[in-house]
């Protein structure tokens, strides 16, 4: 069964850190770039930050050296530590493939809320 399940988030005040995890089943997840996303009420889905299944990494520039993903393919789970956060990274963030081609269903997602 596919399934992706995101979890890790929160209420933090600004400068604070969390860290999300998002764990996958049924699919071939240590062949597929992953990414993560995020999309605040009233915006589009964007990219957050993705990583290949090597292990490279690209980013948004508004997350620059604030966010940082990496992923365990033995356990077929990715994460993305967040430090810094600002009230306008308040969205619910959600994983998935990178590429579109190999999306699956999205999940539940998991709210993160900066705010003091």
């Known amino acids: 069964q596919v399934q992706l399940v995101e979890s890790g988030g929160g209420l933090v005040q600004p400068g604070g850190s969390l860290r999300l995890s998002c764990a996958t089943s049924?699919?071939?997840?240590?062949?597929?770039?992953m990414a993560w996303y995020r999309q605040a009420p009233g915006k589009q889905r964007e990219l957050v930050e993705g990583?290949?299944?090597?292990?490279?990494?690209n980013y948004a520039e508004s997350v620059k050296g604030r966010f940082t993903i990496s992923r365990d393919n033995a356990e077929n789970t990715m994460y993305l530590q967040m430090n810094s956060l600002k009230p306008e990274d308040t969205a619910v963030y959600y994983c998935?493939?990178?590429?579109?081609?190999?999306?699956?269903?999205w999940g539940q997602g998991t709210q993160v809320t900066v705010s003091s």
């Open positions: 049924g699919i071939a997840f240590r062949i597929y770039a």
């Open positions: 998935n493939a990178a590429m579109e081609r190999f999306r699956v269903k």
């Open positions: 990583i290949s299944s090597g292990g490279l990494t």
